[in-house]
């Protein structure tokens, strides 16, 4: 079977993050603030560009290894100065929003090192049958 890229995998995985939560919001009839939503949606956008400037072509393997740690702490902070903002701006503060929003992080952070780990050893993907 077919792998999917990159991109179609984190839109696909963006999209199942906003409709888990919007029905888990529904079903507990929890209200979650627009800022989370839109939170998703901009860390979904950051890891596509920050893929995308990683695997651009280049020669020197010592540039893709530069850039990829570059790349983990710039998504860090930013999405770190997203929350701070989000929380300075959106008020009364909710444990719940933030660990939402936090949760979500993970979950893309874990798919992005399964990505850079499928990467760096292609046989890691195939199955010891």
């Given amino acids: 079977m077919k792998r999917l890229d990159y991109q179609t995998r984190t839109i696909?995985?963006?999209?199942s993050i906003l409709c888990s939560i919007f029905f888990a919001?529904?079903?507990?009839?929890n209200?979650?603030?627009?800022?989370?939503?839109f939170g998703i949606v901009f860390?979904?956008?950051l890891f596509l560009l920050i893929n995308r400037w990683i695997t651009k072509d280049e020669k020197n393997p010592n540039q893709?290894?530069?850039r990829l740690m570059i790349s983990s702490m710039i998504r860090l902070f930013v999405v770190v100065i997203?929350?701070?903002?989000s929380l300075y701006n959106f008020r009364p503060l909710e444990l719940k929003?933030?660990?939402?929003?936090?949760?979500s992080f993970l979950l893309y952070l874990f798919f992005d090192i399964y990505e850079m780990r499928?990467?760096?050893?292609?046989?890691?993907?195939k199955s010891n049958d």
């Fill in 64 to 66: 893709g290894i530069r």
């Fill in 31 to 37: 209200e979650i603030h627009s800022w989370v939503y």
């Fill in 82 to 85: 997203y929350l701070g903002i």
């Fill in 12 to 15: 696909f995985l963006t999209f």
């Fill in 118 to 125: 499928t990467k760096l050893r292609p046989d890691s993907e």
């Fill in 25 to 29: 919001a529904k079903i507990t009839s």
């Fill in 43 to 45: 860390m979904g956008g």
């Fill in 97 to 103: 929003n933030v660990l939402i929003y936090v949760f």
